[in-house]
């Protein structure tokens, strides 16, 4: 089966028809919908194989008329180099801007969040990122980092508190 009969769409459909579709399938079979169990294994494997089938339909789609993923990259190499520089703010701007939500996208959002230690919602952002691509150690890397962050932030505010009423540590 291709990308375009996974989405159930037609190998002419626009980039926006494309996303259109994504976004009508990864809301209905989203694994977080369903109660750990079978059927929640069930939608992680259908949401894989919509990822899949997403991913190669947009890059179809973009090398079709001429722009996309190059693009798209050399966008995204820029929002790191923001990162990089310090300039978290900026690149926040810069990745709302985008109309696709790419495992990259994903993880340099979540990245941006950390630095302006929205932590909790850098887990979502970071955990969409290694879901999307399984395979990505820098994506896994990334949101383990982050959990760490999220449990040593968590255990230094509850011993803050502690302090504070006169408890013992």
């Known amino acids: 089966m291709n990308g375009y009969e996974v989405l159930n769409i037609p190998a002419t459909a626009s980039l926006d028809e494309i996303r259109v579709a994504y976004r009508n399938l990864a809301r209905r079979w989203h694994p977080d919908r369903f109660m750990p169990g079978p059927e929640r294994d069930w939608a992680n494997e259908k949401m894989a194989a919509i990822n899949a ?8 789609a973009s090398q ?3 722009q996309g ?9 820029r929002v790191q180099a923001l990162i990089d520089d310090g300039k978290y703010q900026t690149a926040r701007k810069l990745l709302m801007g985008f109309d696709t939500r790419c495992a990259e996208w994903n993880y340099l959002f979540g990245a941006v969040l950390l630095k302006l230690s929205e932590t909790q919602k850098a887990l979502i952002y970071l955990s969409v990122a290694a879901h999307q691509a399984p395979e990505s150690v820098k994506y896994a ?10 449990t040593t932030r968590r ?15």
Do not use: H, T
């Open 53 to 60: 089938a997403y991913r190669a339909c947009i890059d179809g």
């Open 64 to 66: 079709d008329i001429g």
């Open 69 to 77: 993923p190059l693009g798209e990259r050399e966008a995204l190499k």
């Open 141 to 150: 890397r990334a949101l383990k980092e982050a959990r760490q962050l999220d």
């Open 155 to 169: 255990l230094n505010n509850l011993f803050a508190r502690r302090v504070r009423v006169g408890e013992r540590p």
